[in-house]
């Protein structure tokens, strides 16, 4: 199965092709990972088996294309509107470890679980149903459209009243509606969900808020079924020295929930089975620097690797002024 890469070639017109050791080779016929999707769709094949019919028409060098900064994110859309970024979280072991440190709770015999830990234990309890049943619903939030979207060596922003911006690597399942209604899952990418954990520790019900934040994608799509058990890194880089490294696992294996269970319930809504729609949804994560009392800064590069997803993704992070329009009534 072949891993695929979006990006632009050097006279700036767009490219999909897939990745051969340190060659990217361009597929015939298509420009973005959408059009290959689509006539995928249409033809009734698997994007492999598309790559093969219409073969490859040239060749680029990988390290190229990284150096000049022409990786584009995975998946995007000519109408951004058309892209939702969505996700969930305490789905994996140790995840709720990781949220309860954000938050005041009462761990003490006898004592209340926090929400965070009761939907923990929920997801333990019936995040893996048996086949033909329906397990328990996840923690879910929508982070944005097509937007926020952004590619392994953009800069990732942070609006200046934010009061924090910190990472949190992730997979991230890919989708695209059909004209039936029927998601497609095109394949699987590595995620930086930018968020703001201070904000989400004043008071879990500030959630929402601290998940409208930019978020990396990619740069590579692995297709075919994600493995049980996936390993990588995910280090935060200052002033050229590592300040921050830690291992991170997801896959099944390291799941409170199946992803058939998680992708059941975001796509029980008719809202997102719209043809032609994108859907990025993000699988959670065990593993933040915040928890250990990481507080990044401009200019703190984070890189979240995997040896199954190819490259690793790589952003640096940055503060920025955002105007703030007042409303004027009509």
Request: hydrophobic share 40%; net charge negative; glycine share 8%.
């Amino acid at each position: 199965m072949a891993n695929f890469v979006q990006y632009s070639k050097k006279d700036g017109k767009r490219a999909i092709g897939v990745v051969t050791g340190d060659i990217i080779e361009t597929i015939n016929g298509f420009e973005t990972l959408l059009s290959i999707a689509q006539y995928a769709i249409s033809k009734e094949k698997l994007l492999n088996e598309v790559v093969s019919e219409m073969g490859i028409v040239s060749k680029d060098s990988y390290d190229d294309v990284i150096k000049q900064n022409r990786l584009l994110p995975i998946i995007d859309h000519p109408d951004p509107a058309h892209v939702f970024v969505t996700g969930t979280g305490l789905t994996h072991t140790g995840s709720a470890d990781a949220r309860d440190k954000m938050h005041a709770k009462v761990m003490s015999e006898g004592a209340e679980l926090s929400d965070s830990m009761k939907i923990f234990k929920m997801g333990i309890e019936a995040g893996k149903p048996s086949q033909g049943e329906i397990g328990v619903q996840p923690e879910w939030f929508w982070k944005g459209n097509g937007n926020i979207l952004r590619a392994s060596g953009d800069e990732l922003l942070s609006p200046h009243w934010a009061l924090d911006m910190g990472e949190e690597p992730e997979i991230a399942g890919i989708y695209l509606i059909g004209s039936d209604l029927q998601p497609f899952r095109l394949g699987f990418a590595l995620a930086n969900e930018m968020s703001d954990h201070i904000m989400e520790r004043e008071n879990y019900l500030f959630l929402a808020h601290s998940k409208l934040r930019e978020c990396s994608l990619g740069p590579e799509l692995l297709t075919g079924e994600l493995s049980d058990d996936i390993r990588g890194t995910s280090r935060i880089i200052r002033d050229d020295k590592i300040i921050w490294e830690k291992p991170f696992m997801s896959g099944e294996k390291n799941m409170t929930h199946l992803i058939s269970n998680l992708e059941y319930h975001h796509f029980k809504y008719s809202i997102f089975r719209r043809p032609g729609d994108i859907h990025v949804h993000v699988f959670g994560t065990a593993t933040i620097s915040f928890s250990d009392g990481v507080k990044l800064k401009d200019e703190d590069i984070v890189e979240i690797n995997c040896p199954k997803f190819g490259r690793p993704l790589v952003n640096r992070l940055r503060k920025v002024q955002i105007d703030h329009p007042l409303v004027k009534p009509l």
